[in-house]
């Protein structure tokens, strides 16, 4: 059994991959300090819980973007699972695919590996658009070369930003406004809500419409991430959604390297 571990900067996910299916996933607050010892403890209590063996785990996959975090995954994977670990972009696991970036040095693990996944899932001209600390939208065509994106502030930075900044706004939940129809508040905590959540779905679409235009060719938008949902809800600029593109990603990897 294949565990996939996908580190961000806000959280790391752990999912259990049984036959190329998903069967079982958890996630923890980023932390670099946390070892391997710690994550031991918190991840073989899950796995129990759910009705698993944690000897059953053979191999571990790891993709990351914190790379503090790295090293204690590592010693989780080889003292805890006494499992063969493979790091995503480094050999044996090699992306696999075209990086047609000046810098694809520079491109980030989770990003290649949405790429790979999705163009497994839909080969053709894609926009990926990941809800993660940042927001991220990358370019995929056709051939599953990947060529280039977007950075943008995650949602949530943009909220925690706002709030620090000026004293007396208070902290909102990410939710859609309770008038959908509206976009004129009433009420401080009106104005944000649409200030924050209409704000992000305009700039969405629009960075989305200009990379259309530029692509030149009918593109698939895909989303992921864990706000892909609620957006999804007040916009149709996403023609499919995949909760678990990163971690598919991951188990394509792993079955290439075998």
């Known amino acids: 059994m294949l565990l996939a571990i996908d580190a961000g ?13 998903i069967v079982a996933r958890w996630r923890i607050a980023t932390d670099p300090r946390r070892t391997g010892d710690e994550y031991a403890v918190w991840l073989h209590n899950l796995i129990t819980l759910e ?3 944690a000897k059953a785990v053979d191999t571990v996959i790891i ?3 914190v790379p503090r975090a790295l090293h204690n995954l590592e010693v989780l994977a080889s003292k805890y699972f006494d499992a063969e ?3 995503a972009g480094q050999p044996p696991v090699e992306w696999g695919i075209r990086l047609d970036v000046p810098e694809p040095h520079t491109v980030g693990a989770d990003r290649v590996v949405n790429a790979i ?3 497994s899932l839909h080969p053709e001209d894609l926009i990926v658009v990941d809800f993660g600390t940042a927001t991220t939208f990358d370019v995929v065509d056709y051939e599953g070369s990947y060529k280039g994106g977007i950075i943008a502030p995650g949602i949530n930075l943009s909220l925690d930003a706002l709030v620090s900044a000026a004293a007396k706004l208070p902290r909102i939940a990410i939710e859609a406004p309770t008038d959908t129809k509206s976009v004129i508040g009433v009420t401080t905590e009106d ?3 649409i200030g924050v959540f209409w704000g992000y779905v305009a ?3 629009g960075l989305v ?3 259309k235009a530029e692509i030149g060719r009918p593109a698939k938008v895909v989303s992921t991430g864990g706000l892909a949902e609620l957006f999804d809800e007040n916009t149709d600029i996403f023609d499919v959604i995949e909760p678990d593109l990163t971690i598919q990603g991951l188990a394509m990897l792993y079955q290439r390297s075998r």
């Open 209 to 211: 419409a200009r990379m």
């Open 85 to 87: 670990t493979l790091i």
């Open 203 to 205: 700039m969405i679409e």
């Open 51 to 53: 009705g698993f063996d």
């Open 63 to 65: 993709a990351t973007v």
């Open 191 to 193: 104005q944000m809500h």
């Open 117 to 119: 996944a999705a163009h």
């Open 9 to 21: 900067n806000t959280n790391v996910v752990f999912a259990l991959v049984k036959d190329g299916e």
